[in-house]
Nanobody, 120 residues
């Protein structure tokens, strides 16, 4: 079974930075659109950012525009989320997805998530 493996989460002070990584071994990575979602306690899961298979950033939620950057390295089967100027409201479990619907007609693969906590 294909797995996505996130890393890079942790505890950071407000104003700090983190870079999340999501490795996707074993799939035709350059055929998948990739995305990062987050879910804070007691809140609905929300799409943070996504990027097409051809590395075009497609969407950022308004609250992270100018602070977060999504990117991917197709040679490494990895997608990244660079998070700068973090705020307490960014605290959540961040999960990546590999979406094979558009090119391959397949489903969406989810990672297990990584905790990001922004607190002083």
């Amino acid at each position: 079974q294909v797995q996505l493996v996130e890393s890079g989460g942790g505890l950071v002070q407000p104003g700090g930075s983190l870079r999340l990584s999501c490795a996707a071994p074993g799939i035709m990575f350059n055929m998948y659109d990739m995305a990062w979602y987050r879910q804070a306690p007691g809140k609905q899961r929300e799409l943070v950012a996504d990027i097409t298979s051809a590395s075009y950033p497609n969407y950022y939620i308004n609250s992270v525009k100018g602070r977060f950057t999504i990117s991917r390295d197709n040679a490494k089967n990895t997608v990244y989320l660079q998070m700068n100027n973090l705020k307490p409201e960014d605290t959540a479990v961040y999960s990546c997805t590999a979406d094979g619907r558009r090119i391959l007609g397949r489903g969406i693969i989810w990672g297990q998530g990584t905790q990001v906590t922004v607190s002083s």
